[in-house]
């Protein structure tokens, strides 16, 4: 009964070529997260959406986009992947943005950048 | 300096020892607290919210310490399931929608 769906769970890509991750969730939340996670590191946040409002954090980098059709779906965009790309990718939802919502968490994407 | 700080570990101890994280947040408006588990090439998984009053899950306690910025987690009768990243993570009142993520703690737990 996955809740956060991601796919693919793997992907490999070549430096420079444009990748698409994509997330989708069954509990109808109204805002979605994409963070990235290098190894021993914390998750780093890199944008969310609120319904259709997109928020970019500052300091995310201008080769990472997101897209969101539809309530359910949410995509990310790597336009020229680098080998300092390499990461695992994280979507998370939560209903709402109050303090203290419980965040959902997809099982990630692990991306590969030769 | 990190606003969430943990130490990375890891920290190697028998079945059945008992085992305490500390994480310190050097916010004031930090508002939620929480520890969430994460295993090798995993997501991470809300272990337990964390009050003032403190609270009690099984064999897991969570502290939190207003005053000094400090939480912490305590793990009784540590179990081989146990073995796992545990991460500190913390919700602030002025950008309510983000969760502030230590880089976690390295708990080994061997036979």
């Known amino acids: 009964d996955a809740m956060v769906i991601q796919n693919p769970r793997y992907q490999v890509t070549q430096f420079g070529k444009p990748v698409t991750l994509s997330c989708s969730q069954t509990?109808?939340?109204?805002?979605m997260y994409w963070y990235q996670q290098k190894s021993s590191q914390a998750p780093k946040l890199l944008f969310h959406?609120?319904?259709?409002?997109?928020?970019n954090e500052a300091d995310t980098p201008d080769n990472f986009q997101s897209r969101r059709p539809n309530t359910s779906f949410c995509f990310l965009d790597i336009r020229s992947p680098g080998l300092g790309d390499a990461a695992m990718y994280l979507c998370?939802?939560?209903?709402?943005?109050?303090?203290?919502?419980?965040?959902?968490f997809g099982p990630g994407t692990r991306l590969l950048v030769l | 300096r990190k606003e969430v700080e943990q130490d990375p570990g890891p920290f190697n101890v028998p079945e059945g020892a008992t085992v305490a994280f500390n994480c310190t947040y050097s916010?004031?408006?930090?508002?939620?607290f929480f520890w969430y588990r994460q295993d090798c090439r995993k997501e991470p998984k809300l272990l337990m919210s964390?009050?003032?009053s403190g609270n009690e899950d099984g064999r897991f306690t969570a502290q939190l310490n207003r005053a000094s910025q400090y939480i912490s987690l305590l793990i009784r009768d540590s179990k081989l399931s146990d073995s796992a990243t545990y991460l500190c993570?913390?919700?602030?009142?002025?950008?309510?929608?983000?969760?502030?993520f230590g880089s976690g703690t390295r708990l080994l737990v061997r036979p």
């Open positions: 916010n004031s408006a930090s508002q939620s």
């Open positions: 509990l109808n939340h109204n805002v």
């Open positions: 998370a939802t939560t209903r709402g943005q109050g303090v203290g919502e419980t965040q959902y």
């Open positions: 993570v913390v919700n602030r009142k002025d950008s309510s929608y983000k969760l502030i």
């Open positions: 959406y609120y319904d259709k409002d997109f928020n």
């Open positions: 964390v009050y003032s």
